[in-house]
């Protein structure tokens, strides 16, 4: 069974800061997908950025990216410029099926 | 912007009671799945579904519940007796195709409490 670990539970970013949010996996696969999905308070998780794991170079969407190290077995994502709106929990996710495998998350908070 | 929906939003019921969680996926996407996540832990699939069938479910998924395309909007789940660890919050979600790449869109989720 695939696990994936985000080893931080909270992380807190200063406005227009940078902040990473890191997230390992276990797999014996060599072809599968990664993402990110953010779940703002008492709203739907929505997909932030994907990655496919034959692909060399790292995901990029607007002020978020992606640092996949597939041998390290390890997806962040980097927020740039972070905005009031990017508050919210983010969820690592690993596809190889149909399933999606969740971390446990990584609560977001960013000062004004 | 087409959304997941799902109801009710919160459902109370009896331990032993059977209840049914609906949701109305994306009009025009083929794969259907549902998801659990139990207060202070990881969100969990329980079950995907497509043309009518359950395509993959995970060992939480057990007798106890069933899935459901009743007509042409709707996909239901189904406990048929619930236990105190049933309580949960449980998201639909679906998908234009199945495996890969294809971006699952979640549903706000419903929160079941069994008393």
């Known amino acids: 069974a695939q696990t994936v670990t985000q080893s931080q539970p909270e992380m807190s970013v200063q406005e227009a800061e940078t902040v990473t949010l890191s997230c390992t996996y276990d797999?014996?696969?060599?072809?599968?997908?990664l993402f990110w999905y953010k779940q703002p308070p008492s709203r739907q998780m929505i997909l932030v950025i994907r990655q496919e794991a034959y692909k060399q170079q790292n995901a990029t969407e607007n002020r978020f990216s992606v640092n996949f190290q597939k041998a390290a077995k390890s997806f962040s994502l980097k927020i740039s410029d972070s905005q009031l709106g990017d508050a919210a929990m983010y969820f690592c996710a690993y596809r190889n099926d149909y399933k999606l495998s969740f971390g446990a998350g990584t609560t977001v908070t960013v000062r004004a | 912007e087409p959304e997941v929906t799902q109801t009710p939003s919160h459902q109370v019921t009896q331990m032993g009671q059977e209840v049914i969680l609906r949701c109305v996926p994306i009009?025009?996407?083929?794969?259907f799945y549902w998801y659990r996540q139990i207060l202070g832990q990881k969100v969990e699939f329980l079950v995907s579904f497509y043309n009518n069938e359950i395509s993959e479910k995970s060992e939480i998924f057990d007798d106890q519940f069933s899935v459901e395309r009743p007509d042409g909007s709707n996909f239901t789940l189904k406990i048929r007796s619930t236990k105190l660890e049933d309580s949960a919050m449980y998201f639909c979600a679906s998908s234009e195709g199945g495996v890969g790449y294809n971006e699952q869109f979640f549903g706000p989720g419903t929160r079941l409490t069994v008393l």
């Open positions: 797999t014996s696969e060599s072809d599968y997908y």
């Open positions: 009009s025009n996407h083929l794969y």
